[in-house]
């Protein structure tokens, strides 16, 4: 697969990748690299990339806990210590292995270390290959809340390598489909269409798929950086999700939801908000939903779960002037941002859902 070009960095893919990153490492007198990993991905896949890398810069593994409830600042200052303590400089270099919680949080961790160190990612889940590796936003969690604090700064490089995916469960896998779902609905109508028969998918045309919903999401991060505009189009079915996903975190008695299944719900939602301001049929409404719940186990909320996240609504970093903005669908194919919804028609998407 080509490389695509991003803002100031590249996207490698598979074997091939791992020439680009050793030229890097050769351009590029760094004194010491360190690598941030969980347990999962210490394990099962620095094995397959530490034979890979040329060097003889010396290297330290920084090994964190797995899971959304440690990506904390509490989490980044133990690392930063760590790299205190192991002597790392300016002239050092992270390179993160792991899915969307090592991506984001081993990114801010280096964008913030002495005010910035280079880092590159090497997503291992493919919804950090997908999504959270790529366009340059990393960040961790506050109170539970998403990604309260963060930065914007792009990677030294991206390293796709599919091969990783063999070792993901189903539900991981479908995860990171929620998103190549999105950037199909929001941006390109024949990518969504593909996804129809999965059945149908072989590894080899899932890799050009997964290519392609790069090249998606890199298209409009290119065009907006900074989320100020057309940017806004990636949080559709964030919106609502994101607070899903914060009241099951912070909510002992529920079981954790992974972030793509909590999307896929706000997509649905999302998607009846579209229905009702008059922006998708109900043909189209009636066709995300029921593709979205044949693959996504629908979720049961309460009376007062309804409550409760129309209440986290409120902490949304998308907001603008207190008021919730949503990215919602304009057919599928295309979107419109900076949508407002009140309360009443965002019940009655949860009660269609439930429908």
Known sequence: MKSIQ???YTIHFNKESYTHLNNYLKENN??????????????LCLPKILPLIETEVPFEIIELEPGEENKTIETCTQVWKVLIELGADRKSLVINVGGGVITDMGGFIASTYKRGIPFINIPTSLLSMVDASVGGKNGVDLDGLKNQIGTITNPAMIIIDTSFLESLSQREM???LAEMLKHGLIAKKSHWDKFKNLSEIDFDTF???????????NNIVNQDPTENGIRKALNFGHTLGHAIETLFLETPEKDNLLHGEAIATGMVLESYLSFKKGLITALEYSEIKNH???????????????IDIINLLIHDKKNEYGKVQFALLDGIGNIKINQSADNEIIIKSFEDYNN
């Open 6 to 8: 991003a803002n100031n």
């Open 30 to 43: 760094f004194s010491k690299i360190f690598f941030i990993a969980d347990e999962n991905t210490n394990e």
């Open 174 to 176: 479908k995860s990171g």
């Open 207 to 217: 890799d050009e798929l997964i290519a392609e919903s790069v090249e998606i999401k």
């Open 292 to 306: 979205l719940l044949s693959i996504y186990e629908p979720i049961t909320f309460s009376e007062n779960d309804k």
